[in-house]
């Protein structure tokens, strides 16, 4: 089923007939808009936080931004404060820890939970529709969408963005 809501669409049990497109976000900016902005890109999209071991992970994401983002691949970095609470700032902080320290100028959405009663639709998208329906473990969880919105592939927090698994799935999807 699908409800609507001010804040965006809830998907429920079922996603069957609808599109990754159709799923508003807020960027960290207080934008709201759908993911259909995306459409025939190849999406990167990472929960994120700023004191965790795998933070340094923001500096490839921005190169893997800076190679592929002219080619049609953008990184969603999503930041998350549900593991360790290792994301306590709030979205000026963060973005501004982001721009300072790593450079980070791909798309950043608003703070956001990726699992339990409050799970973001957009999480719960790419849990129902991806390679694995088992819960965000950690930070830094990469989801891979292909450029008609389909969930291509799910990559652990300990996989880098530099890893030529990822990259060699990048490369393939925006090859397609």
């Known amino acids: 089923f699908i409800m609507i809501f001010s804040s965006g669409i809830f ?8 599109s990754f497109y159709d799923i508003e976000v807020e960027s960290i900016e207080g934008k ?9 890109k190849v999406l990167l999209v990472v929960n994120t936080a700023s004191e965790c071991g795998y933070t340094p992970q923001y500096k490839a994401l921005q190169s893997l931004y800076n190679v592929y983002g ?8 999503v930041p998350c404060n549900q593991f360790g609470t290792q994301e ?5 902080e ?7 320290r790593y ?6 959405l608003k703070k956001t939970d990726v699992k339990g009663p409050k799970q973001h639709p957009l ?5 129902q529709k991806g390679t694995s329906s088992k819960d965000i473990a950690w930070n830094f ?3 891979l969408v292909s450029k008609n919105g389909e969930v291509a592939a799910r990559f652990a927090p300990d996989v880098t963005p530099d890893d030529a698994r990822l990259t060699a799935k990048i490369e393939a999807d925006l090859d397609k």
Do not use: D, Q, W
């Open 123 to 127: 999480y719960r998208y790419l849990l």
């Open 94 to 100: 963060i973005k501004k820890f982001c721009e300072i």
């Open 70 to 77: 002219n080619k049609g691949m953008v990184v969603l970095g």
């Open 32 to 40: 709201t808009y759908r993911l259909s902005e995306y459409r025939g």
């Open 141 to 143: 969880e990469k989801f």
């Open 103 to 108: 450079g980070v100028t791909f798309p950043m």
């Open 88 to 92: 306590p700032g709030t979205e000026e």
């Open 11 to 18: 998907l429920g049990k079922n996603a069957e007939g609808y």
